[in-house]
């Protein structure tokens, strides 16, 4: 025997869920479906983006320019100004379990403004955005690469995609040549594209009152703080 229920509303984290009147009702006034909730969480909407920029709940510095940085569910991000790349070392790998200083193995290179950098074939650098982000405590960003420049070799984020909520400071990004051509990049290109996603509620630790956090209120882009974790 096939039991039917009737449509019942349900309060799921800060979303209501499972009434077609208010689906429609939401479909009409701009606002989100249930086909867009998962457990009291959505992603942000263009509109949405926008709103909360303006609430101060997303803040963006420099204030982004919505006609060329905005998509219908993401923001671009462009370019910064520095980046880090590995230099020769007489060290013939890195170990993960030595206290070792990884920044020693790094060597940082600026740019001006639409100036070029060229990422060799093969070659991983570390780069920052011009963007400073800070997220409230009920929301989280993540960094993707935009499929144009995946196209052609590029990759804009090897892992570290999710930005927690409470985050403060610009986003690195790793930078790959998958590629066998040489790729010229210029400070202040386009060059990823953040999207955010609400929390059921609000984080109970955000990440800069993590105790081990070790990334926050970044400036620009740093190595690898691995050996700095209790245990590893």
């Known amino acids: 025997m096939i039991r039917k229920f009737a449509p019942v509303e349900v309060r799921?984290?800060?979303?209501?869920?499972?009434?077609?009147?208010?689906?429609?009702?939401?479909?009409?006034?701009g606002g989100a479906t249930d086909s867009q909730f998962v457990d009291?969480?959505?992603?942000?909407?263009?509109?949405?983006i926008k709103k909360?920029?303006?609430?101060?709940?997303i803040k963006i510095i420099p204030r982004p320019n919505f006609k060329e940085q905005l998509?219908?569910?993401?923001?671009?991000?462009?370019?910064?100004?520095i980046f880090k790349?590995?230099?020769?070392?007489?060290?013939?790998?890195?170990d993960l379990k030595r206290k070792m200083d990884f920044e020693k193995f790094m060597e940082e290179i600026r740019v001006e403004d639409g100036a070029p950098f060229i990422l060799q074939p093969k070659e991983f650098i570390?780069?920052?955005t011009k963007e400073n982000i800070i997220l409230s405590d009920d929301i989280m960003g993540r960094l993707d690469g935009r499929s144009s420049l995946g196209r052609l070799g590029l990759v804009v984020h090897s892992t570290a995609a999710r930005f927690d909520p409470g985050w403060k400071g610009k986003a690195v990004m790793e930078l790959g040549n998958l590629g066998i051509m040489p790729i010229i990049l210029y400070a202040g290109m386009r060059i990823?594209?953040?999207?955010?996603?609400?929390?059921?509620?609000?984080?109970?630790?955000?990440?800069?009152?993590q105790r081990d956090h070790k990334y926050a209120s970044?400036?620009?882009p740093a190595a690898s703080k691995i050996n700095k974790e209790p245990s590893r």
């Open 12 to 29: 799921l984290g800060r979303t209501l869920r499972g009434s077609p009147e208010v689906n429609a009702k939401r479909s009409t006034s």
């Open 40 to 48: 009291g969480t959505m992603i942000l909407s263009d509109r949405d």
């Open 52 to 57: 909360y920029i303006k609430e101060g709940k």
């Open 71 to 81: 998509g219908p569910c993401s923001l671009d991000l462009r370019l910064g100004n």
């Open 85 to 94: 790349t590995f230099k020769p070392t007489q060290y013939p790998y890195l």
């Open 126 to 128: 570390i780069a920052i």
């Open 192 to 209: 990823c594209a953040m999207t955010f996603e609400t929390l059921s509620t609000p984080a109970e630790v955000p990440y800069l009152k």
């Open 218 to 220: 970044q400036k620009r």
